[in-house]
């Protein structure tokens, strides 16, 4: 029996009103859906090109501008 979602564990709201799952709930699940979710802990992995390659190269973007490696 599936368990029921877990708010700011599971998922949480964002600015819009949207849903969004966290990276938690992504390894829970265990593969990429292939939507190109914001915190895919699978490097979109079944993301079609070229939206893939955008996405990854947006979260480098991020990575950088943050200061992080």
Known sequence: MKQP??????????E????VFTEKFHLDRGFCCGNG???CP????????PK???LLA???ENKNTKGER
Do not use: A
């Open 37 to 39: 979710c914001r915190h």
């Open 58 to 60: 947006k979260r480098q």
């Open 16 to 19: 819009q009103g949207y849903m």
């Open 52 to 54: 893939k390659s955008i």
């Open 5 to 14: 979602l877990v708010e700011n564990i599971d998922f949480y709201y964002n």
């Open 42 to 49: 699978y490097n979109f992995e079944s993301v079609p090109e």
